[in-house]
């Protein structure tokens, strides 16, 4: 199996290290839909193909009720979607960062010639 890292920028997870990766899911609705909550839209162009086969999500994504333990690994329940992204993580999402930015104070400058 060859090593991932978490899609989620910012975030070093990676195979080994004592956190569950989860694969897109096969369709290409729900791959869309982990793409937009993770603010990776530079992927929209890839297949859901493509982002099963090399992208994934660590647990830190997923609520707790998103996934099942079983006796060797956890398992994502079917329509689970990431929703847990720290917000002191820059993310290169700015259409929908512009959105849920609380509007910015303006000041009036003067320029002096």
């Known amino acids: 199996m060859p090593g991932y890292t978490c899609a989620f920028r910012g975030c070093h997870s990676k195979t080994g290290g004592g956190l569950a990766l989860f694969a897109f ?29 090399n992208y994934k999500l660590c647990e830190l994504h997923f609520e707790d009720k ?9 398992c994502l329940l079917p329509n689970a979607h990431p929703t847990l992204f720290p917000s002191a993580i820059k ?22 010639f």
């Open 25 to 53: 899911p096969k369709d290409q609705t729900g791959a869309k839909l982990w793409l937009q909550a993770c603010c990776r839209t530079d992927l929209m162009s890839k297949t859901a193909e493509q982002l099963y086969s």
């Open 66 to 74: 998103c996934y099942s333990v079983g006796a060797s690994r956890k």
């Open 91 to 112: 993310r290169p999402c700015v259409e929908q960062d512009l959105e849920e930015a609380p509007p910015k104070k303006t000041l009036n400058r003067i320029t002096i």
